[in-house]
């Protein structure tokens, strides 16, 4: 492109945008319309930057849908007027609201990026300035006029990952997010590299973008343990308009194959509650089937996660509930990809 790319900074909350007072040790929030005061580097990137801040920062605790469709809203409303966008949110909560993102913008032609911190902006050895000006030089990254990447991504610590393949890893090393399951898009060392052979191409790079503003929020989590009671399942599966549960289960799938258990799980999907089978390990694959304590999950109609992260799989659940599918169409949509969250056998 022969002009220089706006990109569009979108300030939610979090750690990478607070400052120390150093009088008091107090964090306050920064003022994101000063950015480039702040990191002078900046200036050295081809591409003007501008600022949006929510009214009052969030913490990534507080994180929830209906500021995912602020966000979602933030990027269609300033979608034709910007080349990429750059989302700075808590880093605990960011795998879950980026995979939402990433089923609620249709057709996306355009990088958003997401990013963090570990530390402060302002702390001495922050890893918020790296995060930042890589994440800015990412979504600006053209190719034949056309962005490198047109999807929504997860940058942190040297790495571009698909944003729905991740997962927070630790709260102490500034490496935060692992993608056990897909390599990185982009990996930033002395040049910034991109493995554009993994990069999501559109098909139709004139569809227009849609916006998926429904997400159901009758949705659960139900992790499997050893000596977990048929008592709690069944209260977590009675609980009033459920609609969806993602069963983290054990290795490539497994569950009880307890006559008590399958039933419960079988009278809840007879309800029409959809119950999709996510392993609980950070890496690997269902395999429903392979062993005798997942084929009774396939043979009642549990959904195969495949190798889907539990925060895509809640943010997938939450968007295909909102379309009137029957149960076999909702498991053909499910087991299939659809922002490249997961990898058909």
């Not at 939610?12 to 120390?20: A, F, L, P, R, S």
């Not at 849609?210 to 069944?234: H, M, Q, W, Y």
């Amino acid at each position: 492109m022969t002009t220089k790319p706006n990109i569009l900074l979108i300030y939610t909350g979090g750690t990478i945008g607070m400052v120390k007072d150093y009088k008091t040790n107090a964090l306050k929030a920064f003022d994101f319309s000063q950015i480039v005061n702040k990191i002078p580097e900046l200036q050295q990137l081809n591409c003007t930057i501008e600022s949006i801040s929510f009214d009052a920062p969030i913490d990534s605790s507080n994180m929830n849908t209906n500021y995912y469709l602020t966000i979602a809203e933030i990027i269609e409303d300033n979608y034709n007027a910007y080349d990429g966008f750059v989302v700075l949110t808590g880093s605990d909560t960011m795998s879950f609201t980026a995979s939402a993102i990433s089923f609620m913008l249709e057709n996306l032609q355009k990088p958003v990026i997401f990013t963090g911190s570990q530390l402060p902006i302002g702390d001495l050895r922050t890893d918020a300035k790296e995060n930042l000006i890589t994440s800015i030089e990412i979504a600006c990254a053209y190719k034949n006029g056309s962005p490198i990447i047109k999807e929504v991504g997860l940058y942190f610590e040297y790495k571009l990952y698909r944003a729905n393949r991740t997962t927070k890893i630790s709260s102490e090393q500034f490496e935060a997010f692992a993608s056990l399951n897909f390599p990185p898009l982009a990996e930033s060392g002395v040049h910034l590299k991109f493995n554009e052979h993994l990069v999501h191409h559109p098909k139709d790079d004139n569809k227009k973008l849609i916006v998926r503003k429904k997400l159901v929020t009758d949705v659960v989590i139900l992790k499997l343990f050893p000596g977990i009671s048929n008592e709690v399942v069944a209260s977590i599966l009675a609980i009033s308009n459920l609609k969806g549960v993602i069963l983290e289960t054990y290795g490539s799938g497994n569950a009880p194959n307890a006559k008590p258990f399958i039933k419960l799980l079988k009278a809840a999907i007879d309800k029409g509650i959809k119950i999709v089978n996510v392993t609980q390990c950070k890496s690997g694959s269902v395999l429903m089937g392979h062993y005798d304590t997942s084929l009774l999950l396939k043979e009642i109609g549990v959904i195969n996660g495949l190798d889907i992260t539990t925060e895509s799989a809640i943010a997938k659940l939450m968007y295909l509930l909102n379309e009137p599918l029957s149960l076999e169409d909702f498991t053909h949509f499910f087991e299939k990809p659809l922002r490249g969250e997961m990898t058909l056998k």
